[in-house]
């Protein structure tokens, strides 16, 4: 029932639908961009059937309870065009993290703003959750913007945290607690 709720989250320009195998092709859009995947921790998706793999994989993930997962779906022309996620749960202290990631043409639209809006309603309104946390590469500076546009304040940083493409950077850890 609660990843139900999860799916059915809706915003000005996107809703939340649930993952499915057969979308894969349309997230192999984003998850095979180089740039894209450059920050988000997934390996670059060489091959729609290694993208079907991915999917399956947090399919799995989401049954176990582990995760949730919710496709990011324009809201009009109902295309996906990116994933949010909420993982790592301290089931007893009340806190998960967030992650997301939108394809290229959607960056700088205010969507990465909407997928952190309605995964805060989601924590604090369904799962009654404490706090949510984000861990980012500095770089990426995107995402940090998203985050503190939400109201996540940054806790610290870790010192050489990812090593990407031969070289590393900085972390952020962003805490929000309402």
Known sequence: MTTELLHQMEGDKICFT???????AQIHKYASDKEVSRFI???????????????EQML??????????????E???RQIIGTAMMFNFD??????EIGYVLSKPCWGRG???????????????VLELHKLHARVAEANTGSCRVLEKNGFVLE????DYYFIEGRYYDGRFYGFIP
Request: net charge positive.
């Open 18 to 24: 649930a993952l499915n195998r057969n979308d894969a």
């Open 91 to 96: 089931r007893e202290a009340g806190h998960a």
């Open 41 to 55: 921790g997934w390996r670059l998706m060489e091959s729609p059937d290694e993208t079907i793999r991915h999917v």
């Open 156 to 159: 610290g940083r870790l010192k």
């Open 60 to 73: 799995k993930r989401e049954s176990e309870g582990t995760h949730f997962y919710a496709s990011v779906t």
């Open 75 to 77: 809201k009009y022309s």
């Open 111 to 125: 969507f990465g703003t909407e997928v952190v809006r309605l995964l805060k309603t989601f924590a604090f309104e």
